[in-house]
């Protein structure tokens, strides 16, 4: 461990910027980056299937899993990722079924997720700054914990999301005829669902429930404006999800907004630019 | 067989023989993709036998044997996707479904992009293509399985007459080379050439089965004199699926 100890500090001593020396930001850079690599591995199915509201629902159904881990004096985030798998299933569920529309079903979850949440908060008598640092993301609350959760999610999403790349894009791009091949359609749509909810309970830390979605599909959005291919956009949503990540966590530290909001503007404004850059090459 | 509340096929009996070409008529809500979804084992039968290559439905897993074209408007989605990207999904049943794909689905994605004249549009976008190029790759992504049985539901449908006979003659090419082909349409168009057999459904029973005759050229089919021949009952000693 002291190898590993000295390897991080001689890591960070490198770095040339004042934050770097605080050891919260070390740890919200790393957890920030885990969140910016691993989301949108996942958030391109979503996006691909055109649901791109499902991480938003998932998050929603996150907070109760929160409020609840208050109630029962547990921890947070294991009922919120308990929570937000179930949250998952429910929604991918409703889905399949095809009785309740895809967006009725979301909108289902969405208002269930917050007012339950909410319902339990208030009987946990939890203070509202607890609360926001779950909604919004909060740079000093992310320990070592958090980290190591963060890791080991961001290995077995990547992993799953890299292993499993080519069934999964038939599946999102064609229901049908990938269960027409024989193809598990309904497993790997929980795969999916499941592996969302887990990437969403472990990072809301950082980036918070709310926003934590916004990661899943925004540097998808902005990615796939400029790409002509899906693995292009892939390997691109990838790389632009970690320098937005980054970036929103030393702009938080500047501005002192919470790591969230700061995350998913970088995230809005890539998309905007993306769009203008898109825009301005078709016309030429 | 039943889709939802309302029954939408009764009394169906059909198989496909090997290296037939197979087109199946009807006007709209007769029943026809309902039929060829039953058929993959995409939606229920209610009653009745369904065997796919001799085997019953339930046991069978040689998926690659049938290559399947659905209704589709257009082969866009939500993130861009290159035409080898969709046409290599056509490669799942054949090969491994984790990690990269090997040479042997490359080759093969080659050769399906070869049959219907698309291998220089290989690392186009598909949402950037005409409909009739889109369709092409779509049935491509079909062919990418080499498929026994080729499946297509309603493939002319918004393409231009162009485009219709070139698919046309993509369609006879593979099906003199062995394959079968079972193919939805409204109307025999361009496809009347290759057809060997035309089964009508009104609403969702068979009202005529047997060589196509010009008259079932005529988008009001199910007027057809011959409709009320009951339907041919075919044994099936080559163990055709259906």
Redesign the interface.
């Known amino acids: 461990m002291d190898i590993l100890a000295s390897a991080w500090n001689g890591f960070w001593d490198t770095c040339p910027f004042d934050f770097c020396q605080w050891d919260f930001m070390r740890k919200a850079l790393v957890a920030a980056a885990l969140v910016g690599v691993t989301a949108p591995a996942i958030g391109i199915f979503l996006v691909q299937r055109r649901l791109s509201l499902m991480g938003d629902g998932i998050g929603h159904v996150a907070f109760t899993g929160v409020a609840a881990g208050f109630l029962l004096d547990t921890l947070p985030l294991i009922t919120a990722i308990v929570a937000a798998i179930l949250g998952a299933l429910a929604i991918e569920l409703m889905r399949e079924r095809g009785r309740t529309e895809g967006d009725v079903a979301l909108a289902v979850v969405f208002y269930g997720g917050i007012a339950a949440g909410a319902l339990l908060m208030g009987l946990s008598e939890t203070s509202n700054t607890n609360i926001l640092t779950y909604l919004f993301g909060e740079l000093l609350s992310v320990d070592q914990a958090d980290i190591l959760a963060a890791l080991g999610v961001s290995v077995v999403v990547l992993g799953i999301a890299m292993l499993l790349r080519r069934v999964l894009f038939a599946v999102s791009y064609d229901e049908e005829v990938a269960r027409a091949s024989g193809v598990p359609v309904r497993t790997l749509n929980i795969v999916v669902a499941v592996a969302a909810a887990i990437t969403i309970g472990v990072t809301m830390r950082v980036v918070g429930i709310l926003l934590v979605s916004g990661m899943l599909v925004l540097p998808v959005a902005a990615v796939q404006q400029l790409t002509r291919s899906f693995n292009a956009t892939f390997v691109g949503s990838l790389g632009l999800g970690l320098m937005i990540s980054v970036a929103g966590v030393v702009t938080s530290y500047y501005v002192d907004a919470p790591p969230g909001a700061t995350i998913v503007m970088g995230a809005i404004v890539a998309f905007v630019l993306a769009s203008v850059f898109a825009r301005a090459r078709g016309v030429v | 067989m039943k889709y939802g509340a309302t029954v939408a096929l009764r009394d169906v009996h059909f198989h496909l023989e090997p290296a037939e070409f197979v087109v199946l008529l009807g006007s709209n809500g007769s029943g026809k993709t309902t039929m060829v979804k039953a058929l993959?084992?995409?939606v229920p039968l209610t009653r009745g036998r369904l065997e796919v290559f001799g085997t019953p439905l339930q046991r069978f897993?040689e998926?690659?044997r049938?290559g399947?074209v659905?209704q589709r408007a257009s082969a866009a989605?939500?993130?861009?996707?290159?035409v080898?990207?969709?046409v290599?999904?056509?490669r799942?049943?054949r090969s491994r479904?984790?990690?990269?794909?090997t040479k042997d689905d490359a080759r093969a994605v080659n050769n399906a992009l070869e049959l219907v004249d698309m291998v220089d549009k290989e690392?186009?976008?598909v949402d950037n293509l005409s409909g009739g190029q889109q369709q092409r790759v779509l049935i491509a992504?079909?062919l990418a399985?080499e498929p026994d049985v080729l499946v297509l539901d309603e493939p002319v449908s918004g393409v231009d007459l162009e485009h219709q006979e070139s698919l046309a003659a993509t369609l006879g090419e593979l099906n003199r080379g062995g394959r079968s082909v079972l193919l939805v349409a409204h109307a025999l168009g361009v496809i009347e050439p290759l057809v060997t057999r035309a089964v009508v459904l009104t609403q969702g029973e068979v009202t005529y089965d047997g060589k196509p005759l010009h008259e079932l050229h005529d988008s009001h089919v199910h007027h057809h004199p011959y409709s009320v021949e009951p339907p041919r009952r075919f044994s099936n000693p080559a163990g055709g699926p259906g």
Do not use: D, M, Q
């Open positions: 993959l084992g995409l897993r998926w690659g049938i399947y659905p989605s939500g993130v861009p996707a290159n080898f990207e969709v290599l999904a056509g799942l049943a479904r984790w990690g990269l794909h690392k186009e976008t992504r079909a399985g």
